[in-house]
């Protein structure tokens, strides 16, 4: 192709100003880069490109019907919801997307959730604030529980790279990690039941896909068969928990905390169950475990690598 045309539709949630990008433009003889598309721009903004890249844009049927030339899309991330990839294959568009970018950063992430729930971190970094530690008259100060992971038993729910990840990160902490087999996957096992598992762990930690299978994978039954005081992290989909079973949860006490670095609409501006100023107990990141400079370099290095692999007769990360 003697001009080939990209245009990075959403390249905000990527790059705050801190990334190398000049290995992305030079593979493209023409790049436009849009902090963020409406929905209504989108077709406007792909006329005459033949590769979209997007991070979270929507890609719909219509529109990539209405993009005759458009060859290749490729996606900024690992989730592939925003893209019709029933629709690419048909029309003949190629999808790449990026893997593994974030292994390291979204465990340590995951780890930091944990450990600040089990130390109650929050509510120290509170009190100190506001002056409590100065009044109490002692050297130390320890209103709140402080709960030691060594001996405690992890359940780790999705054992790919990332779930592998923090499972070795929990062993360093002298946790022990068992997981457990997940509905739509052929059953290994080594695993657990998923009932089997909620009842045995002091903590628990998503890291599996969201689908039709697992969406609302852990709702009131479940989290009723978790044991008093125990933990869980979301580091994975905001769909996977039933977000006002795990409010209720919290305010009733059964749970000795939650966390979550997502929820079911991002950012929330309808509004969350999880967001009620008297759910005690839980720590929301922004869906920020991921955001490394690190992890948003190696995704704008692997776009690069899917760029040049598709100019030479070749996909690699190929998902249509």
């Not at 930091?112 to 509510?123: E, K, N, Y």
């Amino acid at each position: 192709m003697k001009t080939f045309h990209g245009v990075f539709l959403d390249v905000k949630p990527l790059d705050q100003n801190d990334l190398t990008l000049e290995h992305l433009r030079s593979a493209f003889s023409r790049l436009d880069s849009y902090e963020n598309t409406p929905a209504d721009q989108v077709i406007h903004r792909l006329s005459g490109a033949q590769v979209a890249i997007v991070n979270k844009v929507q890609l719909t049927a219509d529109v990539l019907a209405a993009s005759p030339a458009l060859k290749l899309v490729l996606i900024a991330a690992t989730g592939l919801n925003n893209v019709d990839l029933e629709a690419a294959k048909r029309l003949g568009i190629t999808v790449c997307n990026c893997s593994g970018y974030g292994t390291a950063t979204v465990a340590q992430h995951s780890l930091m959730l944990l450990l600040a729930l089990a130390t109650s971190l929050p509510d120290y970094q509170t009190a100190v604030r506001a002056g409590r530690w100065q009044e109490a008259g002692y050297f130390c100060f320890l209103d709140f529980p402080i709960v030691e992971l060594s001996g405690k038993t992890l359940g780790v729910l999705g054992q790919g790279e990332l779930g592998g990840a923090v499972s070795k990160l929990a062993e360093a902490f002298g946790m022990n990690v068992i997981t457990a087999n997940l509905p739509g996957r052929p059953p290994k096992p080594e695993r657990r039941s998923l009932d089997e598992l909620l009842q045995e762990v002091d903590a628990l930690s998503l890291h599996c896909p969201l689908t039709e299978q697992t969406k609302n994978l852990i709702g009131e039954r479940e989290l009723s068969l978790m044991k008093p005081g125990a933990f869980i992290v979301n580091t994975a989909r905001g769909g996977l928990i039933e977000e006002q079973a795990l409010a209720d949860a919290l305010r009733r006490g059964h749970l000795g905390g939650a966390a979550t670095d997502v929820l079911t609409q991002e950012p929330p501006v309808n509004g969350n169950p999880l967001l009620a100023d008297d759910v005690p107990r839980l720590i929301i990141t922004p869906h920020s475990a991921w955001g490394s400079l690190d992890a948003r370099q190696r995704i704008v290095d692997q776009l690069v690598e899917n760029v040049k692999a598709f100019r030479s007769g070749e996909t690699i990360r190929r998902v249509a």
